[in-house]
């Protein structure tokens, strides 16, 4: 077993798809997004931390801070929040009672699917961080869905945390703004773009592609194939596996979608059709580490040998993939690492501080075993 980094060169930018919710979604206030500054019936939105910090002629985490930890704010400044923050009114809003008596002590971490260990040790190496300081994660999984992701970001409001951190970015706007309206840490991982809403730790998913090919090519494969989502960091993994084929000069034969990802089952399911139309294929980039598994497990029993029959690799370095014969080429993170990277970032920023390097990216590594 070896592994390889990536090139050494800058990050690719994931360019994330922005998406617009095909009805206005609930802010995380509770009100209808918009341009407009009042309700239906003319009254006043609640005035959010951000439109505190725009009539002050700061920024939102100094807002916070007055709110929180008045003594790393200079009086002057903290005097003229104070003064809006009672002009206003936003003293009675939930939120603000929180930052001012800074209880709460709640992370909300929200995962895309918990059957992923990746996830799971990022998560955990954010809570070995956080938790010796007195902070507990609550976890939430979004199951790779918009609606559902949509109902965890409204239900922040109420639960009121010190911080969010997703696994994965926010693609729809009003979202996006909705997280922002809250004032508190976000934290966003797994891709790289070129805009977070607040603070990243991810990597290029177009990289990620282009390596898959590149190590496909070095192994002396031509004909490919691709079994992913189309859509989020398996559309930007396409992409950039489309990108390095064409530098290459492999022939992608089939892509295959797998637009819901639960389990192993589904890469089994995976391969099994993507076989049964294309034969000649000579190997598979997988764009997740359970679809990949489940496609080792379907080439072994259908009896191919691997990677004489077909080369599998996957995305996502985890322990089924050492252990199953004849082991899983994979393309990955150190996903504790990242985690724990987050949590750091993360705390600084509930201290009142901003980390240095509010965009942060970790390396991709290519760990070569006996399925390619």
């Known amino acids: 077993m070896s592994e390889s ?17 095909a009805e206005p979604l609930p ?12 309700d239906a019936d003319g009254g006043a939105a609640p005035t959010r931390i951000v439109e505190i910090a725009r009539l002050a002629g700061v920024s939102p985490i100094t807002v916070s801070r007055a709110l929180r930890q008045p003594e ?24 603000a009672r929180a930052l001012r008596s800074g209880q709460s002590n709640i992370v909300a971490a929200f995962v895309s699917n918990l059957q992923s260990q990746q996830f799971c040790l990022a998560v955990q190496g954010c809570g070995e961080v956080l938790e010796p300081q007195g902070y507990q994660l609550m976890i939430g999984q979004t199951s790779y869905s918009y609606a559902k992701e949509t109902t965890m970001i409204q239900s922040l409001r109420e639960m ?3 911080a969010v951190m997703f696994t994965g970015v926010i693609e729809i ?10 004032g508190i840490p976000i934290m966003e991982t797994w891709a790289y773009p070129r805009d977070p809403i607040d603070m990243l ?6 990289d990620g592609g282009r390596l898959a090919a590149e190590h496909f090519a070095g192994r002396g494969h031509r004909r490919v194939a691709f079994i992913g989502r189309r859509s989020g960091r398996g559309a930007l993994r396409l992409t950039g596996f489309r990108e390095g084929a064409r530098a290459a000069g492999l022939d992608i034969v089939a892509e295959l979608s797998v637009d819901r990802v639960t389990s192993m089952v589904d890469g089994r399911r995976a391969l099994a059709e993507l076989l049964s139309r294309n034969a000649a294929v000579e190997a598979v980039f997988c764009a997740n580490d359970l679809l990949a598994t489940g496609a080792l497990l379907e080439a072994r029993r259908l009896g191919m040998r691997l990677p004489d029959d077909i080369a599998i690799l996957g995305f996502g370095h985890n322990d089924v993939a050492e252990e199953l014969p004849p082991g899983l080429t994979t393309i990955g993170i150190d996903s504790r690492d990242l985690g724990r990277q987050a949590g ?5 920023r509930m201290r009142g501080d901003m980390p240095p390097e509010p ?4 390396e991709l590594t290519l760990t070569h075993r006996g399925s390619s």
């Open 5 to 21: 980094s990536a090139a050494k060169r800058p990050p690719t930018i994931d360019d994330v798809l922005r998406l617009r919710a």
């Open 27 to 38: 802010s995380a206030d509770g009100d209808a997004t918009g341009d407009a500054a009042g």
């Open 72 to 95: 790393k704010v200079a009086e002057a400044k903290r005097r003229k929040i104070l003064e809006i923050v009672e002009r206003t009114g936003y003293a009675t809003n939930p939120h």
């Open 160 to 162: 009121r945390p010190a």
């Open 173 to 182: 706007e009003e979202n996006r703004r909705a997280l922002r309206a809250l």
């Open 201 to 206: 730790v991810g990597f290029s998913n177009i």
């Open 344 to 348: 750091s970032m993360i705390l600084q």
């Open 359 to 362: 965009i942060r990216a970790v």
